[in-house]
């Protein structure tokens, strides 16, 4: 079903025109009425102020209304429901599309009416929040330039990798703070586009990720949506079907830069940030390529207050629910006694890793090589192992063990016996029966982390998982699952949802100050969430809380960590006397 199609199956169903602000122009872009196509997006420069009579993003609301009338809210949210409805009763032909339409008019409420869509997504995160980022942001980023239209262009900033100097980005980001923020930029999510989650290279498409984050900053963590920045540092696309688009507005080459060239690129960007912004502005890396994802944090960790959520913040909310997980598996008394055997050593594989490294180390006291040796890596040859340190990437090589070889993961699963198969390899349906019915067996209560996204490039279903564990597994997944009837009981799957962990951690900093975002920041943040589950979620089989929880759970998180900030002597803020308090009156 085209899109097109979808949208006039939509119209006939709502009027759009009550979703979107009175003054919505006729319908252009998808035959729906959006203000895509007004002087604000279609005659302006990047670095222009609006020229709307909405107010843009930036702007910050006038006094006594930053929350906008609940019945203009609860009337976006009946919009919203219809359309919730349509994407329900739809074939699965129609589905994708249908959920595009939806995405494309959150993002123009972003835009023209900002106090109403945070208020409308906070008051209704669960039913929205995968409209919003993942997984529909996935598919939206594939066909950016047609669901975002113009004012993709005029969101945040561009960086042409291949023309721009410091001075020149510095220059951008002085016009975007100038003309379109709230009197500065508190936090910055940049990417290159290169690996867009489980998708690849999407190049200059991939600006939907940082818009999507930033989206769920103030969201969950109340952050000044005015003080939001989202860049794209366009390096070029390596993917033919996508770079010669007529649509596509990034840099037409391929990735041909070599890595000092890259790496100049990004110490022009970081040092201009800093410059323009002030040194604790918060930067976020995100969907970087793994050639550079590592190097780039190494770089860039231990000068400035930034870090790397496929690596930092994927780990953290993973290590959380590892620790929730505790409560639901007594034969496992901690993390040092399980054994882990992830699928995929890319940075989400290899983060996660390194962080429940640490915590065994912090939590134990042994030594790095005594808390590597339970966690075994599978990528694209097999098992990470000894023998194959010769052509292994220096971030896999503390887990090259000497236990055997394995060249797929039900050898793996078969050779070690594991506690916990953690997925985070984009290859779909790679958690087989036979895979799960081997970890039942071998444990009374087995750990399937599903973790790739979009749901498309899930490992396995939830279903799956509890159906071939007889329901004694505990799940959890990267994208959203519905509950599952099993042996008269209700699964509830935990979705872990990097959202949980870096708005919080994005707060905390930003309220202490921090020069810098640390590994120990990490383990505080997914300690700080296990100990937001309840039992009633535990006792459904749900390892994270409810997502309507998500702002008292960032809340705390974010005192967290402005704590240990002021008590390593980090923090650049003078330390309240209340911080819990200076946390909640920082939050949007």
Known sequence: MKFTTAVALLSSLISVQGFLPASAPSPNLFGVPTLLSSSRFSNASPSAPSSSPARALGEVPPAGSRIPPAVQVETAWKRAQTLLNAIDRASPEEKGDLELTLYQ??????YTSPDTFYALITAHLPALMPFVYTPVVGAACVNWYEVAGHAAINTGVFVDGFSSDKASIKKQLEDYRDNKSAGGVDAIVVTDGERILGLGDLGANGMGIPCGKLHLYTACGGVNPGKCLPVTLDCGCNVDEIREKD??????????????QFDKLVQNFMEASM????????????????????????DWQPKATCFNDDIQGTASVVLGGLFASLRLTPEVASLKDHKFVFLGAGEAGVGIANLISYAIRVETGCSDEESYK?????????????SRTDDLAHHKLPYAHDVGEAKTLEEAVQLINPTAIIGVSAQPQTFTESVIKHMAKTNKNPIVFALSNPTSKAECTAEQAYKWSDGNCVFASGSPFAPVEIAGTTKIPGQGNNAYVFPGIGLGALTAGSSSVSDNDM???????????GQDRLDAGCLYPPLGDIRDVSKKIATDIATKAWEDGIARHPKPADVSKAVEERMW
């Open 105 to 110: 008019n959150l993002q123009t409420l972003s």
């Open 247 to 260: 649509t596509y507005a990034g840099v037409k080459r391929k990735r041909d830069m070599s890595v000092e």
């Open 275 to 298: 410059e323009v912004f002030g040194r604790e502005v918060l930067i976020q890396f995100e969907d970087f390529g793994n050639g550079n994802a590592f190097r780039v944090l190494e």
């Open 374 to 386: 339970n966690i075994h890596l599978v990528d694209s040859k097999g098992l990470v192992s000894k």
């Open 523 to 533: 383990y505080i943040a997914a300690k700080s969430l296990s100990e937001t589950v």
